[in-house]
């Protein structure tokens, strides 16, 4: 098992992959707690408004329930993202970073976070909803927008479009990870699926496992932006954490 995130040499996706699970191992306790822990009332207020909202039989309301469910969750899961990527690089690049420095450092950033994360959901939730395929491949284009806003300090459109640049021809490279991150995903929700997800312990169990999953997701993202920015950009760890440092208020 590899823990060097240090070289500043591209990797491979079995690379990114092995190291992205160490860095979450090492921060298993801020994973918990920005991706289990904080998030939980939010999910379970939610969760009740939706299927209030549900319950009733009518289109538009059952729409509403969707949108309840998965926008300001989005939102702020977003941003609990933002946090955890902004830990993991002054990790990967040899910093000494607090969960509260890191806070610091994405906090000015609040309202720009969450406008993100709330234009990456809608995008992701309309493709899903007109035709699934859409909706795989904004996940794809889009799933550096964390790493480009918390090192870059870009933003909304600007964010996403950076991102989608990005990945450009390193889709099909980072697709089997995805694929076994949606099967995953998709797998948690069948177990959870039904009237036990109505339970308090199912509830919870698909919250700390799924989020678990995402705050894995959130670490390969960091490590497949820094990996692209020295492929195609030339760029290394000790650059990136000068400019990010830079730019940091």
Do not use: C
Not at 18 to 28: H, I, P
Not at 114 to 135: H, K, Q, R, S, Y
Not at 136 to 153: K, Q, R
């Amino acid at each position: 098992m590899t823990n060097d995130t240090s070289p500043h040499r591209p990797r491979s996706v079995l690379q990114l992959l092995d190291e992205s699970f160490w860095l979450v191992r090492t921060r298993a306790g801020a994973a918990l707690l920005l991706f289990v822990l904080l998030p939980a009332p939010i999910a379970y207020v939610t969760d009740i408004a939706a299927t209030s909202l549900g319950a009733i039989d009518h289109p538009l309301l059952a729409l509403g329930s969707l949108l309840v469910a998965f926008l300001p969750y989005g939102m702020v899961l977003f941003f609990f993202d933002v946090w955890f990527v902004t830990l993991l690089f002054g990790d990967s690049e040899g910093r000494s970073t607090s969960l509260r420095s890191a806070l610091r450092e994405a906090s000015p950033h609040t309202a720009w976070i969450l406008l993100t994360g709330l234009a990456l959901n809608v995008l992701i939730l309309l493709g899903m909803i007109f035709l699934v395929v859409p909706g795989i491949y904004l996940l794809v284009a889009l799933m550096l927008a964390a790493p480009v806003g918390a090192i870059e300090g870009t933003w909304w459109t600007r964010g996403m479009r950076r991102s989608a640049e990005l990945m450009g021809g390193h889709k099909r490279r980072v697709l089997g990870a995805f694929a076994a991150y949606l099967a995953a995903s998709l797998g948690l929700a069948l177990i959870f699926d039904g009237e036990a997800v109505s339970a308090p312990a199912s509830f919870w169990a698909y919250h700390a496992t799924s989020n678990l999953l995402e705050a894995w997701a959130s670490a390969f993202a960091l490590l497949a932006y820094v990996d692209i920015r020295i492929r195609d950009e030339g760029y290394d760890i000790e650059r990136l954490a000068d400019d990010a440092a830079s730019d940091s208020p």
